[in-house]
Every structure is written in C-alpha cells, then in structure tokens.
C-alpha cells in the first residue's frame, strides 16, 4: 500500500487530491466534471485485488491539478517558445501544422500505476520545434508551462532532443480533447505521464532544470518508466 510520507507529498493525482476536493464539497459546473471522473478514478483504485500496473481498461482517466479545464480561442492561442533562443517563436495553430509532423504510437503510463497501450499520436517532434528556434550552445534546460495557470514540467535539452519527446496536437487521429490537453499537449513518451504536460503555452530555454509541478512535491525530475522513484509497482492510484 501507499507510504504515508508519500501520500503527505501528493501523488500525480491520487486519491488524496480526489477526496480533499469532495471533502470541500466542490460546487460548479467544471468541479462537478472533475469530480465525476475522479469518482470513477477512486472506485477503480479501491477494486479488490490489483496488483501491479493497472491496466485502464477504460482508457485514459483524466487529471488536471486546478479542478478544471483551461479554456481556449484556436485564432488566438500562441506556443511561445523563449529564452536562450536565436529566434523568439510564438506559433499559432496554423504555424504548428505547417511544421514537419511526426506520427508515433506508444504506452502511456501513470506513475500511479494505470497504463494505457498503443496510442497514436501526431504533432511535431520537440526537437524539430526547438531546430526552428536555434537554441543558444548554452541553453541546457527547458521549462514548459502550461496555460491552466498551476502546471509545470521540465526537460533537459539531451532529453528534449530525443525522437519519442512530441509536441502532440492529435491523439487517435483526432485533434486532442480539451480534457486531453488541446490544442497542444507534450508527450514525453519514455517517462511518466507527469512529464506530458496538457494544455502547454510556454518552452522557456535556460541554464538550469526548474523542477515541475510535481517535481516541487518529490517526484524524480528524470521521470524514466520504470527507472524513477514512480510506484507502478503499487496499486495506488
Ligand atoms: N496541465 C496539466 N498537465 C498534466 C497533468 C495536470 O494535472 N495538468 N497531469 C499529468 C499526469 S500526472 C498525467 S498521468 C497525465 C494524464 O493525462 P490525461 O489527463 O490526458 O489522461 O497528464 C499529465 N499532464
Ligand atoms: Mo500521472
């Protein structure tokens, strides 16, 4: 079962998070969607006799660390790529499709334990991305943000440059769901979904690696699968 000291840290997102909010009695429309989700997401967690990696049987189960999801306007959405950069990019939707894109099919795995096989995803590989920017031979870091306000992730450019690290805009051949992250989330296909940040605005190029946002709660910031301080082999969730 759960470490205590661990679940104290927070778990990318356990139940904790779940009952914390339903505690509150969490009132509105996209608390109330969240909470739904998160009901499921308790009642798979609680079923008698899991052992290892859960397979998600239903799919994805869907996290946001802000009880919602951000909205967007498609015509006014901007990836802003920054930093120790030759060039400043802020790419609008057009700007991103227009780029070479990369088709890869892969596991997606929570490092709470639940994994979901094969999935298909197309967008531009980071490091096609980063090519366009020029980054500057001391930019060594990445800092990726997240327009929910609150997420967080990093890379390091050796990391960044890998070809299973993707700057995803479709998932099963559909562009990806607001839930999912749309218009543009990361898939960090070698590491725990954490890494994958939804909803991503921001690539901020710079010397050092900012930890993320459940990095600062004691998660590994190299975040391999199966190679980290993740707990796939524990039925957590
Ligand atoms: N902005 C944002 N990105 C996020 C998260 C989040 O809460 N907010 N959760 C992360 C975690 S812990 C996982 S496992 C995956 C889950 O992806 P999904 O919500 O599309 O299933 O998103 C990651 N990216
Ligand atoms: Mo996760």
Redesign the pocket.
Known sequence: MQEQGTEQKGT??GRRVVLGIMGLGAAGVLAGRWLSEGVSDVVASTAPGLAGVIPAAGG??????TGGYPGFDPATYRLNVTGLVQRDLSLTLDDLAALPQTQMTKDFQ?VTGWRVQDVPWSGVLLRDLLAAASPEPDAIALRLT?F?GS?TESLTMEQAVRDDMLVATTMYGEPIEL???APVRLIAAPMY??K????LDGIELGRKVEPGY?ENLGYDVDAWVGQSNGRSDEPVV
């Open positions: 990318p997102v994805f189960r869907v996290y946001t660390v929570c997240s929910d997420y839930k999912h992250g979904g954490y994958s940040i939804k909803w459940w």
